[in-house]
Each structure stands twice: as structure tokens, then as C-alpha cells.
């Protein structure tokens, strides 16, 4: 099946401090989600993004679909950016099963130090 | 709106016992999901039912039952529970088909002894 890696595992950043967090995956991708996890487990929608690129307040997304990969972009980095982060994939080829079976990487845990 | 709702928030549980957690949203989604999150291995999909009266198996259905009798509900049971069901359990929905926002509700952490 479908691979999604993470990168880096882990990352501690000074607060103010810009940060870039990417996702790798093996195989072609109807849908592309990134999540927050925060420190009290809720899990939040950042962006549905399986191709371009979106903008957030102080955080941006992009997807190159051609070459199979995400970027998640955190600038200014406040304690509340503190969590972890998750990318997502529904891959194309989807034999039987969901339609929407999202497959998730591992995730980048971010922490934030004032 | 209150988006999705998941009962309990935490529960200990006997092995051998069974338990039903409930899912509710009240966004008329076609879709609706129950993912297991247990360390270091990220969530992994239990089952999921693409509409009211379907249901499916995901990658880790052993242990685990579904049922979704209408639009809003999706509970999920164990029947008689064991030590490695202890994980926290969220439930999912979506307007459905693959590419599809999927919305995530509170989770439900479950340790089972």
C-alpha cells in the first residue's frame, strides 16, 4: 500500500522561529489533509490540499502532486503552534474498501519554547 | 453546530467486558469513520460506513463491530475487549467519496485492563 513519511520526527523552535515540515508519499493522491494535533489529543483541520498551494494566517501549505510531496510552512511560531503534526492521504488507486480511507504519516512533533 | 460528538471521553474497561462508543455529528455527512491512535504507530481506520444502512472493514476491523441504522450515528463496540484494544479511538465524517474533507471529533480514550 500507499507510503506516507514524515519529516523531521521531532523539532523544537524558538518562539518567533519559522519552520518548514514535509510529507513524502509513495503513490498518486485524490486527497491530501494536514493536521494539528494538540497537546490535549483534539485533532484539527489545517488544510485539505492535494494539489497547489493555500495560505492560513501564518500558515501555508503546498502540495506537488507530480512529485509527490507536501510542504507545510509555520512562520512566526507561537507555544500554541505545540502539538503534533499530521499529513494524510486518500491514494488514487483505492482497491475496494473506503473511498475516503485516509492513510496517515507518522507525524512531526513540534514543540515551541518562549 | 456542534460538528462531531464522541461519548464517553475515557473509560476503564475489564478485559472481557464489551462497550459501545457512540458517534454522532450533526452535519448530514454521507461518510462517517472510526480510527484507533496508538503510539508511534499514527491512526490506523477500523471501519467505516460510506452511507446510512453500509458499512466496510478497514485495516485493523478484528475485535470491532459497527452499525449505522441512520445518517447522524455510527456507534462502534467491542464485544468482549482485550488489553491491546486500549488505544484512543476518534471518530470521522465526511460528505464522502475520496476527495472530501474529512472532520475529526474529540476522540474517546480507552484502556481496557
Known amino acids: 500500500g500507499i507510503q506516507v513519511e514524515q519529516s523531521p520526527p521531532d523539532l523544537i523552535l524558538q518562539e518567533g522561529a519559522n519552520s518548514t515540515l514535509r510529507c513524502n508519499f509513495s503513490?498518486?493522491?485524490?486527497?491530501l489533509q494536514w493536521f494539528h494535533q494538540n497537546p490535549w489529543g483534539q485533532l484539527i483541520n489545517l488544510f485539505y490540499?492535494?494539489?497547489g498551494t493555500k495560505q492560513n494566517g501564518r500558515l501555508s501549505a503546498t502540495t506537488v502532486a507530480t512529485e509527490r510531496y507536501s510542504l507545510l510552512y509555520i512562520s512566526s511560531s507561537q507555544t500554541t503552534d505545540s502539538g503534533v503534526y499530521f499529513c494524510?492521504?486518500?491514494?488514487?488507486?483505492?482497491?475496494?474498501?473506503?473511498?475516503?480511507?485516509?492513510?496517515f504519516g507518522k507525524g512531526t512533533k513540534l514543540s515551541v519554547k518562549p | 453546530t456542534a460538528g462531531i460528538t464522541q461519548a464517553p471521553t475515557s473509560q476503564i474497561l475489564a478485559a472481557g467486558r464489551s462497550m459501545t462508543l457512540r458517534c454522532t455529528q450533526d452535519?448530514?455527512?454521507?461518510?462517517m469513520y472510526w480510527y484507533r491512535q496508538d503510539l508511534g504507530l499514527g491512526l490506523r481506520l477500523i471501519h467505516y460506513?460510506?452511507?446510512?444502512?453500509?458499512?466496510g472493514k478497514g485495516e485493523v476491523p478484528d475485535g470491532y463491530s459497527v452499525s449505522r441504522a441512520n445518517t447522524d450515528d455510527f456507534p462502534l463496540t467491542l464485544a468482549s475487549a482485550v488489553p491491546s484494544q486500549t488505544s484512543v479511538y476518534f471518530c470521522?465524517?465526511?460528505?464522502?467519496?475520496?476527495?472530501?474533507?474529512?472532520?475529526f471529533g474529540p476522540g474517546t480514550r480507552l484502556t481496557v485492563l
Open positions: 490540499i492535494p494539489s
Open positions: 503513490d498518486s493522491v485524490n486527497n
Open positions: 460506513s460510506n452511507t446510512a444502512g453500509t458499512t
Open positions: 470521522a465524517s465526511s460528505w464522502g467519496g475520496d476527495t472530501d474533507t474529512q472532520y
Open positions: 452535519m448530514r455527512h454521507n461518510a
Open positions: 494524510a492521504v486518500v491514494p488514487r488507486m483505492n482497491y475496494g474498501g473506503s473511498q475516503g480511507n485516509l492513510i
